[in-house]
């Protein structure tokens, strides 16, 4: 976890609660996290997943790896402590599109269990819902697929540090769910987060 490094400061409370915000909305606030190899498929259902919840009349927004690191997280590169930021920081950001009220699906490698462990704890301690999907895929196929070609590049040693390669992915312990996107669609991997989603009560106020 990051230091308080600023001082002088006091938190202020709105006036607006998270019912009435919920009530408003019409869903409540919760943060589904995709987590997984390059190439498993979280970025495919994340997006497949927010257009679906638009389609409902449901206020989603997706959080993607690569598409924070054009703007947030700039400044971080793919060392531990980097990656331990960056998950930090956006743990911090869907906590608060959590706590407005949004379905926010967060789709990060976040390859380190203590790493995904304290952005779960973020949403514990403002008691709001943390949904951790892992999608699941064999290394062969993520590899397979390669999409952006990084497997390629990380075999040919031009990317060091790769998650699965030459950096370890620590696979959930305790997840909501489990997606064999190497075994299922799109729209059935879909349907099972929004199986979990229903079932957990959040899609209504």
């Keep these: 976890m990051a230091d308080q490094v600023a001082t002088n400061i006091t938190w202020h409370e709105g006036t607006v609660t998270r019912e009435e915000r919920q009530k408003n909305l019409g869903q409540k606030g919760a943060t589904v996290w995709f987590t997984g190899l390059s190439g498993s498929g ?9 257009q679906v919840l638009m389609q409902r009349g449901k206020h989603a927004y997706c959080l993607d790896g690569d598409n924070v690191r054009h703007g947030l997280n700039k400044n971080l590169g793919f060392s ?25 699906v967060a789709s990060f490698i976040s390859p380190y269990r203590a790493d995904r462990d304290a952005a779960r ?29 990084l497997y390629v590049k990380a075999r040919a040693g031009e990317i060091k540090g790769f998650t699965g390669i030459d950096d370890p992915y620590e ?14 669609s799109v729209a059935e991997s879909v349907q099972a987060v929004l199986n979990l989603l229903d079932e957990r009560g959040l899609l209504t106020a």
């Design 42 to 50: 979280k970025s495919t259902v994340a997006v497949a997943l927010e």
């Design 80 to 104: 531990a402590e980097d990656r331990a930021e960056n998950i930090r920081r956006i743990g911090e950001v869907a906590k608060l599109f959590a706590d407005a009220g949004m379905i926010t």
């Design 121 to 149: 704890a973020l949403h514990d301690e403002s008691k709001l819902p943390f949904l951790e999907v892992f999608i699941d895929c064999p290394l062969e196929v993520a590899e397979e697929r390669d999409p952006k070609g």
């Design 171 to 184: 696979a959930p312990e305790r997840a909501e769910l489990l997606v064999r996107t190497d075994k299922l």
